[in-house]
């Protein structure tokens, strides 16, 4: 969680200086401070780091105290705070456990589309921020958009602003809305940032349809049918055991099953449990990321709906940063980190940018020599290329490629889900078939 800190020293000449920046962590803040006292000879006196404190407040003319949450960097700030109000008596307590809970995208997106239908009202930036900051319900967004308009109000560069910030808003939104701030149509920018965040949270809910939900149904189902047959199974079959009564073939083979599981069912869940933490581990590193994102495309029925989905967001971010960035290395680069795949990304980074940087080849080659591009995209970006308009090429592939994607994922998540419905079909008729066996067992005649 990015916060912010306070600095006091002394310049070369013995003039007291003041400032404050944002770091992750005190060790960040100590680093960032090391290295501005080198480079301009400071000599820092204190630290201090910006945080929430609870006050109640008793007033003579009130029965009841009143409370509040203000964020300072010391006691002694909110004290001199409630002093100039004209209160005397009140008493000062820090947050001791602070859990901020980050903002999902549908709090941004909205802030988002609020943000541009006032911008289209001509209402100022300034105004809007200090509105939307009054009526978000989420602390977190809440004090960012605070942050922002005081800054932004101080003169401070939007773009440095909102990338503080991109813990809150994510890298590609706050990187988009700082560029809407010196651009001549900030609202034309803050609804292309909102249609993607839209698209966004709409192949995110896809691919959890598509993949997450099916399979922890199909482990609901695999976990129900194992404990029937390891606990509940067997207190029925073994009672007919004990009186020698011949069991029908699939009642015995099930309880031979039963046995064997119920002896080695924690090596079969340590065998599948390590490599999954393994694996998953190793999923959180850059390599490991650039391994599944390279892999995931490669998955039937789905894995080409991913790749695509991915080549959609990365035009449709470089299309709408396209026209409003000045360093166009900068604007492939970005759509890169946006287009949720690392191998993508990583492609991009050392094959297509060190190729136009370093060799001065053009724009299409570069991305055709990344090997991540399909031939349509290709095809369609250098069209685009001969006839000078990227922009709109770039704006038709993400828009082909949304219809394609939208439409075969219906149709695969319906497809997906059929094959789930007759796996647990087929356990429950297993289940019906071995209990209704049990019920055709009698004793031997005489």
């Not at 929430?52 to 509040?68: N, Q, T």
């Not at 947050?95 to 100022?124: C, E």
Request: aromatic fraction near 12%.
């Amino acid at each position: 969680m990015v916060k912010e800190y306070r600095f006091k020293g002394y310049g070369p000449q013995g003039k007291l200086v003041q400032g404050t920046f944002m770091a992750e962590s005190p060790k960040a803040s100590k680093e960032y401070l090391n290295k501005l006292s080198q480079k301009f000879h400071l000599r820092i006196s204190s630290l201090e780091k910006k945080r929430d404190w609870l006050y109640k407040v008793y007033s003579a003319g009130k029965k009841k105290p009143f409370s509040g949450r203000q964020s300072a960097y010391s006691k002694a700030e909110v004290a001199s705070a409630l002093t100039k109000m004209g209160y005397t008596k009140f008493s000062i307590n820090p947050v001791l456990f602070d859990l901020p809970m980050k903002p999902g995208l549908a709090d941004i997106m909205m802030f988002i589309k609020l943000s541009t239908t006032m911008l289209k009202d001509r209402m100022s930036f300034g105004k809007i921020l200090e509105m939307l900051a009054e009526e978000q319900t989420n602390r977190t967004l809440k004090e960012a958009l605070q942050q922002i308009e005081s800054q932004l109000k101080g003169g401070a560069e939007g773009r440095e602003v909102f990338m503080r910030f991109g813990h809150v808003f994510g890298k590609f939104p706050a990187f988009m809305l700082g560029l809407a701030t010196r651009s001549g149509n900030m609202a034309d920018v803050f609804e292309a940032t909102s249609k993607f965040i839209e698209r966004d949270m709409e192949i995110k809910k896809n691919i959890k349809k598509a993949l997450i939900s099916p399979m922890f149904a199909v482990f609901a189902t695999i976990g129900a049918v194992m404990y029937y047959v390891i606990d509940i199974f067997p207190a029925t079959a073994e009672m007919f055991l004990k009186y020698n009564m011949p069991l029908p073939p699939l009642t015995k083979g099930t309880l031979s099953v039963s046995d064997w599981l119920a002896v080695y069912w924690w090596t079969i869940a340590l065998a599948i449990a390590i490599p999954i933490v393994i694996v998953w581990r190793w999923w959180q590193t850059p390599k490991g990321k650039i391994w599944r994102d390279s892999h995931i495309i490669k998955l039937p029925m789905v894995g080409h709906l991913i790749h695509k989905s991915s080549i959609e967001i990365y035009f449709r971010v470089f299309g709408t940063i396209y026209a409003g960035a000045g360093d166009n290395i900068e604007t492939i680069r970005t759509a890169a980190e946006a287009c949720r795949n690392a191998w993508m990304e990583d492609r991009i980074k050392r094959v297509t940018i060190p190729l136009m940087l370093k060799e001065g080849e053009a724009f299409v080659p570069a991305m055709d020599a990344a090997g991540i591009f399909t031939r349509t995209a290709l095809t369609r970006l250098r069209t685009g290329q001969e006839t000078g308009n990227i922009l709109q090429a770039s704006q038709q592939i993400a828009t082909y490629y949304e219809a394609e994607t939208t439409y075969k994922m219906n149709n695969m998540i319906e497809y997906i889900q059929s094959i789930v419905g007759l796996f647990i079909s087929l356990a429950i008729t297993f289940l019906t078939v071995v209990s209704a066996e049990i019920a055709t067992i009698s004793p031997p005649t005489m």
